[in-house]
T-cell receptor, first 114, second 113 residues
């Protein structure tokens, strides 16, 4: 049972345009959401997170939006740059219940076209 | 400050062989984790250690054992490797067990023939 889903395995975007990566979850107990970025032959690195008490969090070119009623979150990258080409993993946890485990999605491979 | 290091980077095993994947972190983190990444499956938690001296099963623990050797080191052992264990293995650490941000190592690519 995949509790965190990334339905788009890949996405191609022109340099300078907006990249939108989507993530859906089924477990209503999740209260913290994260995005990790992964380059080939490297481990994932933390990118941005959002708590369920918020619906938006920004960090430079990266913005994460959370729609709790739809159990959906998205990562916006504006403007997209060639260095953004990577695999992006969505992850979720329920910190308030002391659950230490992160549940990851299957990833979306983002390719930025120069 | 190397962060999280893993050895080896790549390993080929025959079915039934055993091996230990090593992981070390120099960030003085209390909690450490082992994940595997398979195509179309994302990252799945194998085992974790909330603090030195404790270990717990994650989502996919069968066929693996772990040892939290000290605060820095957390090893993953395959006693009798199977082709289904062909995967990329990532070690991660975090300051405390409930901290959502984990720091990952570069991974070990394992091929079991």
């Amino acid at each position: 049972d995949q509790q965190v889903k990334q339905n788009s395995p890949s996405l191609s975007v022109q340099e300078g345009r907006i990249s939108i990566l989507n993530c859906d979850y089924t477990n209503s107990m999740f209260d913290y959401f994260l995005w990790y970025k992964k380059y080939p032959a490297e481990g994932p690195t933390f990118l941005i997170s959002i708590s369920s008490i918020k619906d938006k969090n920004e960090d430079g070119r990266f913005t994460v939006f959370l729609n709790k009623s739809a159990k959906h979150l998205s990562l916006h990258i504006v403007p997209s740059q060639p260095g953004d080409s990577a695999v992006y993993f969505c992850a979720a946890s329920h910190l308030n219940f002391g659950n230490e485990k992160l549940t990851f999605g299957t990833g979306t491979r983002l390719t930025i076209i120069p | 400050n190397a962060g999280v290091t893993q050895t080896p980077k790549f390993q080929v095993l025959k079915t039934g062989q055993s091996m230990t994947l090593q992981c070390a972190q120099d960030m003085n983190h209390n909690s450490m984790y082992w994940y595997r990444q398979d195509p179309g499956m994302g990252l799945r938690l194998i085992y974790y250690s909330a603090s030195e001296g404790t270990t717990d099963k994650g989502e996919v623990p069968n066929g693996y054992n772990v040892s939290r050797l000290n605060k820095r080191e957390f090893s993953l052992r395959l006693e009798s490797a199977a082709p289904s264990q062909t995967s990329v293995y990532f070690c991660a650490s975090s300051e405390v067990i409930n901290q959502e941000t984990q720091y990952f190592g570069p991974g070990t690519r394992l091929l079991v023939l």
